[in-house]
């Protein structure tokens, strides 16, 4: 069976530090993979989604980038963190379009 | 307008009770419907995914599709409290990768 794993589950960051968090997939082949941001009370934001090894599309102009180095390994990265990075970041991945995408248990990232 | 609407609640009720969450879209293009549960401080986790228009059961949860009306519902019969949870609608455009996701009800079942 397919698994996702998301780390940290939780981080303090202080504003101006680079963060990268990992997200890997087990159990499938070649998944779209996706990173979302939600912010508390609020809906889930598409950040990026990759449907190959180094293919990124980004949604939201912003401070993060995304990488996919592995066919299962999808890294959200800063050089430098803001306040308004702040929330609770998810990982997905799905089979093909149209297909329901299986989320991580997320990290809940704090910016001080 | 959105592209999805969902009552951001909060909805309580007490165990027991028929629970009915829904959601309206605008976009005709949206075939598939599913729709997730996210306890706080996890990730959504699929409930039910579903086609076509009608009714689709999976023990005490029913996913009603209306797509003359555009739209969505969830009942949830004999609600427990390990029902509380915040639930939200999600639509694939066709074709594309993305996900449009409503804002989440946040339900509470009162024991």
């Known amino acids: 069976s397919q698994t996702i794993h998301q780390w940290p589950a939780t981080l303090v960051q202080p504003v101006g530090s680079p963060l990268s968090l990992e997200c890997t997939v087990e159990?499938?082949?070649?998944?779209?993979l996706y990173w979302y941001r939600q912010a508390a009370g609020r809906g889930l934001q598409l950040l990026f989604y990759s449907v190959g090894i180094g293919q990124i599309s980004s949604e939201v102009p912003q401070n993060l980038s995304a990488s996919r180095p592995q066919d299962r390994q999808f890294i959200l990265s800063s050089k430098k963190l803001l306040l308004s990075d702040s929330g609770f970041y998810l990982c997905a991945w799905q089979t093909a379009s149209n297909q329901p995408q299986h989320f991580g248990d997320g990290t809940r990232l704090s910016i001080l | 307008q959105k592209e999805v609407e969902q009552d951001p609640g909060p909805l309580s009720v007490p165990e027991g009770a028929i629970v009915s969450l829904n959601c309206t879209y605008s976009n005709s293009a949206f075939q598939y419907f599913m729709w997730y549960r996210q306890y706080s401080r996890k990730g959504p986790e699929l409930l039910m995914y579903?086609?076509?228009?009608g009714n689709k059961e999976d023990g005490r949860f029913t996913a009603q599709v209306d797509k003359s009306s555009k739209y969505i519902s969830l009942f949830i019969r004999d609600s427990q409290p390990s029902d509380s949870a915040t639930y939200l609608c999600?639509?694939?455009?066709?074709?594309?990768?993305?996900?449009?996701f409503g804002t989440g009800t946040r339900l509470t079942i009162i024991p």
């Open positions: 999600a639509m694939p455009d066709f074709g594309n990768e993305k996900l449009t």
């Open positions: 159990g499938t082949s070649n998944p779209n």
């Open positions: 579903t086609y076509s228009s």
